[in-house]
């Protein structure tokens, strides 16, 4: 099922609905009934194909793979985004501001640069070397860092203080931001490799 969600195909055919409604899993791969279909169609017929050893045969990209290939690539999202926090942080680049006492602790709230390659964690200490491909992976309108960012900051509501500090843990903040660097990054190498949401039949065209 990730798998599907996250395809870019699926994104954009149901752009609108996914902006008003909760996601609907379509079936994949009849043969001849669209690139959203049902599952459990027999495979596409075998063709033929000239080789230096004669003419052999071979099965075009059919449904039944396209099926496991989405299915693998969602397993996969699945466990990663589920077991995030045990991941190893991608190495980003502490950058110090040596006149104050360095802390890694969120004071207020992260701010992400203009740029989009650091993350201003507080006055004392950014975490650089962003990758860009880091933004292709979304929650809405936002990518996971730029979501995460806004949900670990000081905040106050009547009278009610929400802080993310974790004194058992000083660098957790720091900690999380590189595994969501490294979630985001992982997702868009599993979206990436996503086989066409298209019909055994139609897989060359």
């Known amino acids: 099922m990730d798998g599907v969600l996250h395809h870019p195909a699926y994104r954009e055919k149901f752009a609108e609905n996914l902006k008003r409604e909760l996601p609907r899993i379509p079936f994949i791969g009849t043969v001849g009934a669209g690139p959203f279909s049902r599952a459990g169609a027999p495979p596409s017929p075998h063709v033929a194909v000239e080789t230096s050893e004669g003419t052999a045969s ?3 990209t059919s449904p039944t793979s396209t099926f496991w290939a989405v299915s693998r690539a969602g397993k996969e999202l699945a466990e990663l985004h589920l077991n995030y926090e045990g991941l190893e942080p991608y190495p980003l680049k502490w950058m110090e501001n040596r006149s104050v006492p360095l802390s890694c602790q969120v004071e207020d709230k992260m701010r992400l640069s203009k740029d989009k390659t650091s ?6 200490l950014s975490l650089g070397g962003i990758p860009p491909e880091t933004f292709q992976y979304r929650l809405g309108n936002r990518s996971a860092l730029e979501w995460a960012i ?4 000081v905040t106050e509501h009547n009278g009610i203080r929400s802080d993310p500090k974790r004194h058992d843990d000083e660098q957790y903040i720091v900690r999380l931001v590189g595994q ?3 979630v985001s990054l992982e997702t868009a ?3 990436s490799s996503l086989p066409p949401l298209v019909d055994g ?3 060359g065209s």
């Open 150 to 153: 806004d949900q670990y900051q």
């Open 201 to 203: 039949t139609d897989a």
């Open 119 to 124: 993350v201003k964690v507080n006055e004392s």
């Open 189 to 191: 190498r599993l979206v």
């Open 180 to 182: 969501v660097v490294r």
């Open 58 to 60: 071979r099965t075009p």
